[in-house]
């Protein structure tokens, strides 16, 4: 069956510096989607290293021309290779032919750690750019100045005149929001923050050593954002007590695809949680917000229920010494985000009146739940998988993304599993009794406002009155 093109997605994983564990975690990135039944590409291109072809048990792959390339089929069947190192000036006709490949459901970019012109290219073209940092002062400092370079790169590639990239590019190594901004005149400063809200990013931390680092990372996101403006999505960490496979892969006379990989399963969960839904949601300029009436906007969170722990989460990750914010930011800008944070904490708690409306909207809820019951009691349903619409499955997806919700999301709301939802949207329901089907979509349509006549008939159910 040919796939709609719309549906491949290209991940792009660039790492600052070499040694970090980028084509590694780009191989266990697509043996993890693989493990899902995606029909994954991995695309090497620094063929000078030669690690990819030797972490996927291959001769060393030849590089192939960015245009009608020939893949490398791996032991894995699902993953394939090729070996391409396109110039800046055919990175776009590479990346239409890339989406042409409708064999594929996900492309994955190993990218170079060089500062040049088309490793920034295909990260800024890639529908989840990856950045890829291990916990350490060096790594951290040339993740922030790739990050700089990047969003400079970006403005240039949409930029219709050269003023605000040659603003940027005459401190590249160490502009600020701030400053650039007081510095711009008005229009300018409506592109800059037009071209920051845009740009996409997402924050990966590799060989994490203990769980504070965790929090590092997050409140580490949060400053790049006041740093820089930008809005960089953490997406988790991998540990580094795991990757003991790696180095024992070449003592045993066994293929690292057929041995059980801790780094594997920690890639997959991220997949499944992070990478499946609406990763990149729009957040204003967090460096412009004002505390005292955005605090729920400045806690980086879109849930007024989950301020309590946004908050705790930055500021333990903000409070830790010599943490990785202590990399980028100063003592005295630490402690000024601080401050604000707690503002914002206060702020955000609700008053008595607030409390007396959720208390009244959640009864209202209850109500609401108990009418439902009561009527699918009184008319019960039919099950009839053949009336299923064929595209219920995706439809729900949809709804889903639309509303800016996870499946990770709904499963913590409605006790059902994460992947009997995976298993709705993607059009396997009719192993479901009706009955508990129409269990699972009454949850759903409360959690997402839907109206549930409407998401019965798409699933097949129909309603049978009793008299």
């Given at each position: 069956?040919?796939?709609?093109?719309?549906?491949?997605?290209?991940?792009?994983?660039?790492?600052?510096?070499?040694?970090?564990?980028?084509?590694?975690?780009?191989?266990?990135?697509?043996?993890?989607?693989?493990?899902?039944?995606?029909?994954?590409?991995?695309?090497d291109t620094s063929p000078a290293c030669g690690q990819c072809s030797a972490l996927l048990d291959l001769p060393?792959?030849?590089?192939?021309?960015?245009?009608?390339?020939?893949?490398?089929?791996?032991?894995?069947?699902?993953?394939?290779?090729?070996?391409?190192?396109?110039?800046?000036?055919?990175?776009?006709?590479?990346?239409?032919?890339?989406?042409?490949?409708?064999?594929?459901?996900?492309?994955?970019?190993?990218?170079?750690?060089?500062?040049?012109?088309?490793?920034?290219?295909?990260f800024i073209r890639a529908d989840i750019p990856i950045v890829l940092a291990a916990p350490e002062q060096p790594?951290?400092?040339?993740?922030?100045?790739?990050?700089?370079?990047?969003?400079?790169?970006?403005?240039?590639?949409?930029?219709?005149?050269?003023?605000?990239?040659?603003?940027?590019?005459?401190?590249?190594?160490?502009?600020?929001?701030?400053?650039?901004?007081?510095?711009?005149?008005?229009?300018?400063?409506?592109?800059?923050?037009?071209?920051?809200?845009?740009?996409?990013?997402?924050?990966?931390?590799?060989?994490?050593?203990?769980?504070?680092?965790?929090?590092?990372?997050?409140?580490?996101?949060?400053?790049?954002?006041?740093?820089?403006?930008?809005?960089?999505?953490?997406?988790?960490?991998?540990?580094?007590?795991?990757?003991?496979?790696?180095?024992?892969?070449?003592?045993?006379?066994?293929?690292?695809?057929?041995?059980?990989?801790?780094?594997?399963?920690?890639?997959?969960?991220?997949?499944?949680?992070?990478?499946?839904?609406?990763?990149?949601?729009?957040?204003?300029?967090?460096?412009?917000?004002?505390?005292?009436t955005k605090p729920i906007e400045f806690l980086m969170t879109d849930d007024p229920d989950a301020y309590r722990?946004?908050?705790?989460?930055?500021?333990?990750?903000?409070?830790?010494?010599?943490?990785?914010?202590?990399?980028?930011?100063?003592?005295?800008?630490?402690?000024?985000?601080?401050?604000?944070?707690?503002?914002?904490?206060?702020?955000?708690?609700?008053?008595?009146?607030?409390?007396?409306?959720?208390?009244?909207?959640?009864?209202?809820?209850?109500?609401?739940?108990?009418?439902?019951?009561?009527?699918?009691?009184?008319?019960?349903?039919?099950?009839?998988?053949?009336?299923?619409?064929?595209?219920?499955?995706?439809?729900?997806?949809?709804?889903?993304?639309?509303?800016?919700?996870?499946?990770?999301?709904?499963?913590?709301?409605?006790?059902?599993?994460?992947?009997?939802?995976?298993?709705?949207?993607?059009?396997?329901?009719?192993?479901?009794?009706?009955?508990?089907?129409?269990?699972?979509?009454?949850?759903?349509?409360?959690?997402?406002?839907?109206?549930?006549?409407?998401?019965?008939?798409?699933?097949?159910?129909?309603?049978?009155?009793?008299?």
């Amino acid at each position: 069956m040919t796939r709609n093109r719309s549906q491949v997605r290209i991940v792009a994983i660039a790492g600052p510096k070499g040694g970090i564990g980028r084509t590694t975690c780009a191989i266990a990135l697509g043996r993890a989607l693989c493990m899902r039944e995606h029909h994954v590409l991995i695309v090497d291109t620094s063929p000078a290293c030669g690690q990819c072809s030797a972490l996927l048990d291959l001769p060393p792959i030849a590089p192939q021309p960015p245009i009608a390339f020939e893949v490398t089929k791996t032991a894995l069947d699902g993953l394939d290779a090729v070996t391409i190192t396109p110039t800046a000036d055919c990175l776009d006709a590479f990346f239409a032919h890339l989406r042409e490949n409708a064999q594929y459901d996900d492309i994955i970019l190993d990218l170079c750690g060089n500062l040049n012109d088309e490793s920034f290219g295909m990260f800024i073209r890639a529908d989840i750019p990856i950045v890829l940092a291990a916990p350490e002062q060096p790594i951290i400092l040339a993740a922030t100045q790739w990050l700089r370079m990047a969003i400079i790169r970006y403005i240039k590639r949409f930029e219709d005149t050269p003023e605000l990239s040659q603003t940027l590019s005459q401190h590249a190594s160490d502009w600020d929001f701030a400053t650039v901004y007081g510095s711009l005149p008005p229009d300018l400063q409506e592109r800059f923050l037009s071209e920051l809200g845009a740009f996409r990013c997402a924050f990966l931390l590799n060989h994490k050593r203990e769980n504070s680092e965790d929090l590092q990372s997050r409140a580490l996101c949060h400053a790049w954002g006041m740093l820089l403006g930008l809005n960089i999505q953490y997406i988790g960490s991998l540990n580094h007590e795991d990757r003991r496979w790696f180095y024992d892969r070449h003592l045993a006379d066994v293929t690292p695809f057929c041995r059980e990989d801790p780094l594997v399963r920690e890639l997959d969960i991220i997949a499944r949680e992070k990478l499946s839904g609406r990763l990149f949601k729009p957040h204003p300029c967090l460096p412009l917000l004002d505390e005292h009436t955005k605090p729920i906007e400045f806690l980086m969170t879109d849930d007024p229920d989950a301020y309590r722990q946004a908050y705790r989460l930055l500021w333990e990750g903000y409070r830790r010494d010599s943490g990785l914010v202590s990399n980028i930011l100063s003592k005295e800008k630490i402690a000024a985000i601080i401050a604000r944070l707690e503002t914002a904490y206060k702020c955000a708690e609700p008053t008595p009146a607030a409390a007396t409306e959720a208390t009244l909207k959640s009864t209202e809820m209850h109500a609401v739940t108990r009418s439902f019951s009561a009527t699918f009691a009184a008319i019960g349903s039919t099950y009839s998988p053949e009336n299923a619409q064929d595209d219920a499955g995706s439809w729900l997806a949809s709804m889903r993304e639309k509303a800016g919700i996870t499946r990770a999301q709904i499963a913590l709301k409605t006790r059902i599993p994460a992947r009997t939802i995976e298993k709705l949207e993607s059009q396997h329901f009719s192993e479901f009794p009706g009955s508990r089907l129409q269990a699972y979509l009454f949850e759903i349509a409360r959690v997402l406002s839907l109206d549930l006549a409407d998401v019965s008939r798409r699933f097949g159910l129909t309603e049978n009155h009793k008299s």
